[in-house]
T-cell receptor, first 114, second 117 residues
Framework: AQSVAQPEDQVNVAEGNPLTVKCTYSVSGNPYLFWYVQYPNRGLQFLLKYITGDNLVKGSYGFEAEFNKSQTSFHLKKPSALVSDSALYFCAVSPRGGFQKLVFGTGTRLLVSP | EAGVAQSPRYKIIEKRQSVAFWCNPISGHATLYWYQQILGQGPKLLIQFQNNGVVDDSQLPKDRFSAERLKGVDSTLKIQPAKLEDSAVYLC???????????????FGSGTRLTVV
């Protein structure tokens, strides 16, 4: 069975500082990995996705994520946080092939202080 | 392109009442998903349609939840009768047949927030 763990309920960072939101996964084979962001009263918005190739994936709004197969991790990063990055972030995994479903982590709330 | 449309945005009902949610996916998207997001948890798949057919409904509480997708386009999710624990945001998403292998994977709607009192 697939699963995703986001060990931090909340991450606090000052504006301008780098941020990291952690994610580890468990799935057989080589998965697709995703990060989504959710603002209040909004649906989930796609940030980035790992399929194959370069372990560093660049996405929307300056975010990037590093895929580490040996540690089964897919941490979200941004070199310089903005107050507007404050939101709820979800990591998700999907198996390849077939009728894929996304399995989400429990989410990490990111608070960026001015 | 237009996004995934959902209605209503909010709904408050009493327990044991019934409720229905509507979803209009992105035009041409063959696959439609309903997810349930309980406060403090990640979204959980309830049911997945491929065109008119159900692909996965293993986590749908079939004694009270039902869903249909007529003509392979719009979909309706119904709860009857509702329980307090059904309070959640119900998210609809759609994708091409490539599913999560496609460019952006899924596109999510804004969701319907259900409160059962």
């Amino acid at each position: 069975a697939q699963s995703v763990a986001q060990p931090e309920d909340q991450v606090n960072v000052a504006e301008g500082n780098p941020l990291t939101v952690k994610c580890t996964y468990s799935v057989s084979g080589n998965p697709y990995l995703f990060w989504y962001v959710q603002y209040p009263n909004r649906g989930l918005q796609f940030l980035l996705k790992y399929i194959t190739g370069d372990n560093l994936v660049k996405g929307s709004y300056g975010f990037e994520a590093e895929f580490n197969k040996s540690q089964t991790s897919f941490h979200l990063k941004k070199p310089s946080a903005l107050v507007s990055d404050s939101a709820l972030y979800f990591c998700a995994v999907s198996p390849r092939g077939g009728f894929q479903k996304l399995v989400f982590g429990t989410g990490t709330r990111l608070l960026v202080s001015p | 392109e237009a996004g995934v449309a959902q209605s209503p945005r909010y709904k408050i009902i009493e327990k044991r009442q019934s409720v229905a949610f509507w979803c209009n996916p992105i035009s041409g998207h063959a696959t439609l998903y309903w997810y349930q997001q309980i406060l403090g948890q990640g979204p959980k798949l309830l049911i997945q349609f491929q065109n008119n057919g159900v692909v996965d409904d293993s986590q749908l509480p079939k004694d009270r939840f039902s869903a249909e997708r007529l003509k392979g386009v719009d979909s309706t999710l119904k709860i009857q009768p509702a329980k307090l624990e059904d309070s959640a945001v119900y998210l609809c998403a759609s994708s091409t047949t490539a599913g999560t292998g496609g460019g952006y994977g899924y596109t999510f709607g804004s969701g319907t927030r259900l409160t059962v009192v």
